[in-house]
Nanobody, 121 residues
């Protein structure tokens, strides 16, 4: 089965940095768009950043200039470099990928389990 596994979350002080990773595995034929979402307690899940297979990126206004999304297609991995972190960035961050696998041979969306990012002094 296709799996997305995130890593890199944790506790960081305001102004600090973290790098999240999300590795895809399991019968993958191709990966198209990949993205990071976040959900803070009591709030809806919001798009943070997305990247196409060719490398075109899109960011939420709240993270522009501070976060950078990138991907390594050979490693089937998407990254989120987060700099100048603020307390309001505290949330569970989840990755998302549009994948064609040997199990269905059609584009399907998969989600990771999420990783907690806490920005606090």
């Amino acid at each position: 089965q296709v799996q997305l596994v995130e890593s890199g979350g944790g506790l960081v002080q305001p102004g600090g940095s973290l790098r999240l990773s999300c590795a895809a595995s399991g019968g993958i034929v191709s990966i198209h768009d990949m993205a990071w979402y976040r959900q803070a307690p009591g709030k809806q899940r919001d798009l943070v950043a997305s990247i196409t297979s060719s490398g075109s990126t899109n960011y939420a206004d709240s993270v522009k200039g501070r976060f950078t999304i990138s991907r390594d297609n050979a490693k089937k991995t998407v990254y989120l470099q987060m700099n100048s972190l603020k307390p309001e960035d505290t949330a569970v961050y989840s990755c998302n990928a549009l994948v064609v696998s040997i199990f269905s041979w059609k584009r399907e969306t998969y989600w990771g389990q999420g990783t907690q990012v806490t920005v606090s002094s």
